[in-house]
């Protein structure tokens, strides 16, 4: 970084809003470390924890899109504010008043949909204050905050042995107000700010094509990688017997991998054209999915596999949001939102179908089969478009598709 990076934007707020990224991250999937702790206290069947870790994805995702509408007309500090305070209350009054059934806690699990959603409010804000040849680092450096999901593996199974998982429940609102505390003071909002957008506004945006198979391409990139996030510690507690703490080690490993992978991915696909990147990805997920499926490796095997498939998601990641630009130039704010929200909906279908998978089949193979039928669905759909979007000279601009 330069001192002309330096001049250009507001530090203090790329600061705050990495933190807050962050943070918000580790909150949202923090069902998944502690599932192996919770479900039998609550005494859940497989599905109701599939379903329990998914629904924050969920709420998360259709959240985004509120997020975006909301920061359009009433500023991103504001909103970020006012969504941080309604996560840190939801988390308190769950830990005062306990969690004793399996609706408590998919209605926590709606609340910490809330910090999910803040990817639509830190990254814009962020981008506001850059210009454009530094929009690349800005927005590195602030989506790094989805490190967050590997602290929560990291740290948050041993403090439950520790602590009890409901006790980490009220933990987490002491970092959250921290952060909360120095955005307060050191975030602010860019004079730049573009003009509101409306419902309508994405409204029209989905009646385009493309919109929906870069929709569908983040679904399965992104949603692979924030579905996995939540449902592996259940996964390797389950399938190999290993602790919670210990599971919590495996799915850190793999987070880590898939959140570092990411802008690889979007430096290969400015190399080699985002479509071609995409097709090699979405082949290796296909394949390794298929692999695990069978249920059939070791412990360290199975890890092996599972971290270069969320690496190549993590890559999937950081391609999409390469040809997102290039195909919709005038509507990167709506896309963002509209991409960030389908992938929010893959990654709660496919928490809730591994948990509904092991139910009912008895197994977790049929649940990893049928992702891996998108991903194949996904290289369909982006060599078609690719070939299309390659003809069109007008869609290039000069960059690699």
């Not at 909150?27 to 599905?47: F, R, Y």
């Not at 602010?188 to 309508?200: E, Q, R």
């Not at 998978?357 to 990893?368: D, E, L, N, R, T």
């Amino acid at each position: 970084m330069t001192t002309a990076f330096f001049r250009a934007g507001h530090l203090p707020t790329l600061i705050a809003c990495f933190l807050y990224f962050d943070l918000s991250f580790a909150v949202w999937v923090i069902l998944g470390p502690l599932a192996v702790l919770i479900a039998p206290e609550l005494d859940l069947n497989a599905g109701q924890k599939g379903l329990m870790v998914a629904t924050p994805i969920l709420a998360g995702a259709l959240l985004r899109v509120v997020n975006g509408v909301l920061i359009s007309h009433w500023k991103a500090r504001r909103i970020g504010i006012v969504m941080q305070f309604v996560v840190i209350a939801g988390l308190l009054i769950s830990w005062k008043y306990g969690l004793h059934s399996f609706s408590q806690m998919l209605a926590l699990g709606a609340v910490l949909g809330v910090a999910g959603a803040s990817f639509a409010i830190a990254l814009p804000m962020v981008s506001y204050w850059y210009p454009p040849e530094q929009q690349g680092i800005v927005l590195g450096l602030t989506g790094a905050g989805n490190s967050g999901t590997v602290f929560a593996s990291l740290f948050a199974p041993g403090l439950a042995v520790a602590f009890g998982w409901h006790n980490i429940i009220g933990f987490a609102a002491a970092p959250l107000s921290a952060v909360l505390l120095f955005f307060l003071i050191a975030a602010k909002d860019s004079p730049k700010s573009p003009p509101p957008k409306t419902v309508a506004d994405y409204g029209r945006l989905l009646g385009k094509p493309d919109a929906w198979w870069l929709m569908f391409f983040y679904s399965v990139s992104f949603g692979g990688f924030v579905g996995f996030s939540s449902f592996l510690p259940i996964y390797f507690n389950d399938h190999y017997n290993l602790s919670a703490v210990n599971a919590g080690y495996f799915t850190a490993g793999c987070v880590f991998a898939g959140s570092f992978a990411r802008p690889f991915g979007g430096a290969i696909a400015d190399r080699f054209g985002g479509t071609r990147t995409l097709s090699v990805i979405y082949t290796v997920v296909a394949g390794l999915l298929l692999i695990i499926a069978q249920g059939t490796l070791p412990a360290a095997s199975a890890l092996g596999a599972v971290i270069f498939m969320m690496a190549a998601l993590g890559m999937g990641n950081g391609a999409v949001f390469q040809l997102l630009p290039q195909r919709f130039a005038r509507e990167v704010g709506i896309m963002t939102g509209l991409a960030g929200m389908t992938g929010g909906v893959g990654g709660f279908y496919l928490a809730a179908s591994l948990g509904y998978a092991k139910q009912f089949a008895g197994s977790y193979g049929p649940g990893f089969t049928l992702f891996a039928v998108l991903a194949i669905a996904a290289l369909a759909g982006v060599t078609k478009v690719g070939l299309r979007w390659r003809r069109d000279t007008a869609l290039l601009a000069g960059a690699r598709i």
